[in-house]
Nanobody, 128 residues
């Protein structure tokens, strides 16, 4: 059974930084494309970033480009999201997800429908 466990969320002031992590167990992490999504109260779940097997291909939603960095450590079965210059509108529950069907040559997923496994989420709150 594949499990994804996020950690590292919390409360931070606007302009600050935070890194959230997602540890994956029970599967073949090195063969999953990984993604981060977020959901703010009253809003739909939104794509944030995704990364290919070895990290050579990365996608970001426009609103976080230049501020957020997704990375992965296949030796630790962990994917990270470094968030800098945080804004109040970044406040949300952040979820990591794994796509087991991604393969080199295919398009890196950005839709939640493409991901097969999900974590429980970690709250990130940005205050003024």
């Amino acid at each position: 059974q594949v499990q994804l466990i996020e950690s590292g969320g919390g409360l931070v002031q606007a302009g600050g930084s935070l890194r959230v992590s997602c540890a994956v167990s029970g599967g073949t992490f090195g063969r999953y494309a990984m993604g981060w999504f977020r959901q703010a109260p009253g809003k739909e779940r939104e794509f944030v970033a995704s990364i290919s097997w070895a990290g050579g291909i990365i996608n970001y939603v426009d609103s976080v480009k230049g501020r957020f960095t997704i990375s992965r450590d296949n030796a630790k079965n962990t994917v990270y999201l470094q968030m800098n210059s945080l804004k109040i509108e970044d406040t949300a529950v952040y979820y990591c997800a794994a796509d087991r069907d991604f393969h080199p040559g295919s398009q890196l997923p950005t839709s939640a429908l493409a991901f097969d496994y999900w974590g429980q989420g970690t709250q990130v709150t940005v205050s003024s």
